[in-house]
């Protein structure tokens, strides 16, 4: 029975024993974080949408712990065997949990949502039964208060741990794949340390034991096949070769080659392909920065890969050029990596450059600087935290930083497959104050793409373009400006910082384009 399991060890013992638990409360707990966060940041990475995939895999991995709590009740007898059980079975599961799913998805193996929310429901309820037995086992030897005092401030603390090392250290270094595979270990040798530690307790300890050093190979060779199965995935989502991929704190960043065509992804998003990016780069920066031949500073907010700018340094009267771009690994890529210099024409290099990393609205508001014309070059409103940089209150900052005379310009995601989102951007900036000029452009890779100029008086088009042009011209912009019916304006509410709806109706319009 219970008590004659858990009786009471020697007093010189029963200390070591305390601490030795107390230790193995702080790694399970931080293991069953990981799992959590893991699980988390692979949703957002490959069904997008970041704050819906975090809560709703937050939600069911804590209900999950929940049921496995209420189960706990039902393990009477041999705690030690079970517990040791356990930590294997969430080792296992919780460690190959990312690699599987990521395999999975890239291989389109059956509904990617029900097998992602069946392993966080399979490895909450074994994370849910951990903490309990620990208390159970140790029962008898602290007082109640105190021992719940002890295993809840071990249990927060190793959950704090890893709060701050998986989006500062471990996610970017590691990847998702190796530091599920990392923790997965981590159960594994916390159920060996207890075997050692309850020797005496564990009736049939071969069988146990076996497992567990099994458990350890199996996860040793993941971590040494953890790029390799990273690499199959990937060549099982993207068509061409994989040049470049990493992880980075804030995006997946792969970059693929196929001939003569290098294409960008971020979170597997298509940024640019390399045949058709001057039309986007032409449309999003001449037509406004022509139109401004005094201009001498220009912002580019987004844009680290340097195509914007290079099309920017085209222009002599230019004195200054500042990018800001959140992610350092992005701008120093497109800084020194042959293929891609050779793309933006050494762009990030240049003497007039000036390269800051950082959040774009918080830099905005530590600013004093003003610009000309500034370049609002950001991924499309996916998420919320990109979803408030298309907002009333991002544009009223932005307003404060541009000349009298200035001119702002966004890329606003594609007025035919995501239509009211389109006019919804219009309809944010003029909410904020500015005379919006509306345009769109043809990138294959894209399709039809949506611009907006944006300044304090009415947009007038430039006679002429005074630096050499693929694709833009003052005949071409004429065209650009008018929309045929089935891209014509339509009602839609501004983007709100408090309520973002662009997000929900991007979002709805480009699931539609999907099916």
């Given amino acids: 029975m219970e008590d004659r399991v858990a009786a009471v060890p020697a007093a010189a013992e029963a200390p070591r024993l305390q601490f030795a638990l107390l230790v193995s409360v ?39 712990m929940g049921v496995g709590s209420w189960l706990s009740k039902y ?20 460690g190959f949990a990312a690699a599987g799913l990521f395999l999975a998805f890239a291989a389109n193996a059956g509904p990617f949502r029900v097998l992602l929310y069946g392993a966080v429901f399979a490895v909450g309820v074994l994370v849910g039964l951990e903490i309990p037995l620990v208390m159970r086992i140790l029962k008898h030897e602290v007082e109640f208060s105190e021992l719940v005092s002890r295993v809840l401030a071990f249990d927060y603390l190793g959950a704090l741990a890893v709060s701050i090392l998986f989006p500062l250290v471990l996610a970017p270094h590691l990847g998702l794949v190796r530091t599920g595979l990392l923790f997965g270990l981590l159960n594994v ?18 069988g146990l034991r076996l497992a567990g050093i099994g458990s350890v190979g199996l996860i040793v060779a993941g971590l040494a096949g953890a790029g390799q199965v990273t690499t199959i995935a990937e060549g099982w989502i993207y068509a061409d070769d994989i040049v470049h991929a990493e992880t980075t704190p804030y995006q997946r960043l792969v970059v693929t080659r196929w001939r003569d065509d290098i294409r960008l992804f971020l979170n597997q998003n298509l940024q640019f392909s390399s045949r058709d990016e001057y039309r986007y780069h032409e449309a999003l920066v001449h ?4 139109a401004l031949p005094g201009a001498k500073r220009v912002l580019v907010l987004g844009g680290g890969d340097g195509l914007a700018v290079r099309e920017i340094l085209k222009y002599p009267q230019v004195e200054s050029v500042t990018l800001v771009d959140l992610d350092p690994a992005m701008t120093h890529l497109f800084s020194t990596a042959p293929l891609l210099t050779q793309m933006n024409a050494g762009s990030l290099k240049s003497p007039r450059v000036k390269v800051v990393n950082a959040d774009a609205a918080r830099w905005l ?3 004093a600087d003003t610009f000309d014309f500034v370049v609002a070059d950001f991924p499309d409103p996916t998420s919320y935290a990109i979803g408030k940089l298309y907002s009333t209150g991002f544009y009223r900052l932005l307003e404060k930083h541009l000349a009298p005379r200035g001119l702002l310009v966004v890329q606003a995601t594609s007025p035919f497959y995501a239509r009211r989102s389109f006019w919804a951007v219009v309809a944010t900036l003029e909410q904020t104050g500015f005379h919006a000029a509306p345009y769109h452009a043809l990138v294959p890779s894209f399709g039809e793409w949506g611009f907006i100029l944006a300044g304090r008086a009415p947009y007038v088009p430039p006679a002429q373009y ?10 071409t912009m004429a065209t650009l400006l008018r929309f045929p019916a089935d891209m014509a304006r339509v009602e839609a509410e501004p983007n709100r910082l ?5 997000v929900r109706t991007f979002e709805a319009e480009w699931r539609n384009v999907q099916r």
């Fill in 365 to 367: 508001e530590d600013s």
């Fill in 189 to 206: 040798l916390v159920a060996l340390w207890a075997m050692v530690l309850f020797r005496e307790r564990l009736v049939r300890r071969r």
């Fill in 287 to 290: 037509p406004g920065l022509a």
């Fill in 26 to 64: 702080f790694i399970v707990a931080a293991c069953g974080l990981a799992y959590e966060l893991i699980a988390g940041a692979l949703a957002s990475y490959l069904l997008g949408d970041s704050v819906t995939q975090f809560s709703t895999v937050i939600g069911a991995y804590l209900f999950a």
């Fill in 498 to 502: 408090n309520d973002q709806s662009l």
């Fill in 75 to 94: 393990i009477r007898r041999d705690l030690v065997a079970r517990f040791v059980q356990i930590e294997i079975a969430v080792g296992l599961l919780g």
């Fill in 466 to 475: 005074p630096v050499a042009t693929r694709f833009i011209n003052p005949e």
